[in-house]
């Protein structure tokens, strides 16, 4: 799949579904790449679902979550669903006091968890 060594993104296909890891904060193109990675591996590859690790993203801010969220929307609109997995519990507790709105959102808590939901083999991702 697609991989950047400069912004830490690697795409990974596992059957129909693509996961997108990331190794370090959203900033300096990290974001870019991600979208990247993550549209062409729906659009062009035909990957059903997008799980986003994101176990290595130590810092998030609200901006960058927000910014997130919009391109897991856009996969979304193409046709993917997607669970957003590794979310560090500094990161949720800054979301949650700066009450940045995470409605919606399908998370778990790991890469296992959400293959076998997706495959429906598992509970619901909370939304």
């Not at 810092?59 to 897991?72: G, I, N, Q, Y």
């Not at 949720?92 to 083999?121: F, W, Y």
Request: proline fraction near 3%; include cysteine; charge should be negative.
């Amino acid at each position: 799949m697609s991989s950047s060594s400069t912004t830490s993104v690697t795409g990974t296909r596992v059957e129909d579904c693509l996961v997108v890891t990331v190794s370090r904060d959203l900033g300096g193109g990290t974001l870019d790449a991600v979208r990247q990675v993550m549209l062409e591996g729906v659009q062009r590859d035909g990957a059903a679902s997008v799980i986003v690790d994101t176990s290595g993203v130590p810092f998030m801010d609200s901006h960058e979550f927000v910014a997130l969220r919009r391109v897991m929307h856009m996969a979304e609109l193409l046709g993917a669903r997607c669970v957003l997995v590794g979310l560090q519990p500094g990161i949720i507790v800054h979301l949650m006091a700066s009450d940045t709105p995470v409605d919606g959102l399908r998370a778990m808590l790991g890469l296992d968890e959400a293959l076998q939901v997706l495959k429906g083999h598992g509970r619901t991702p909370r939304d």
